[in-house]
């Protein structure tokens, strides 16, 4: 019978060793799950919080492009205007140059000697500075001037607008 005792102790031994083994397995593998399970969950929250936040910088950047296009709008809209005006006041200048309507005028600086030096003096009590000669410009110099003046008006007025799109970039 001993050797029955010994098998029956290595037996149970064995037995206990594969039960105390699969339980061991059991409990690991359902504490890795947790492990795993709770890992996931903070992955999660932490990837939705990092959406969140791109989002809503996403939102305050197209805030912020909104913003910035609509003062563009209003200044490209302010441009357009002035050089709409600057344009309908050389257009208007020119057809009354055209008309003889107006006629452009300049200060001479020293009087001519000797009878005017062919430029008549203006007579006329209308003046503003009384006893200054002024020569009378031919009207196409005048148109050329008037032109010159309109590219320099168009110029001035592009600047500005360049300024202010460089000052609303800029955030000034």
Do not use: F
Request: aromatic fraction near 4%; proline fraction near 2%; include cysteine.
């Amino acid at each position: 019978m001993k050797a029955l005792d010994w098998r029956l102790a290595v037996l149970a031994l064995l037995l206990g060793l594969a039960l105390g083994g699969r339980g061991a397995w059991l409990w690991q593998a359902n504490s890795y799950g947790k492990t795993l399970a709770e890992q996931a969950r903070a992955y999660t929250t932490e990837r939705e919080a990092a959406a969140t936040a791109v989002i809503a910088w996403q939102e305050t950047e197209q805030a912020r492009r909104r913003a910035l296009e609509d003062r563009l709008q209003a200044n490209d809209q302010t441009h357009y205007q002035e050089l709409r005006n600057a344009q309908q006041t050389q257009t208007r200048l020119r057809d009354r140059l055209a008309t003889a309507d107006l006629r452009l005028s300049v200060l001479l600086a020293t009087p001519a000697h000797g009878g005017g030096g062919g430029m008549p003096a203006a007579t006329g009590s209308c003046g503003v500075v009384h006893g200054t000669i002024r020569a009378e410009l031919d009207p196409a110099h005048a148109r050329r001037i008037v032109s010159i003046t309109s590219d320099g008006d168009r110029g001035l007025i592009a600047l500005r607008a360049c300024q202010s799109y460089i000052r609303s970039i800029s955030g000034r």
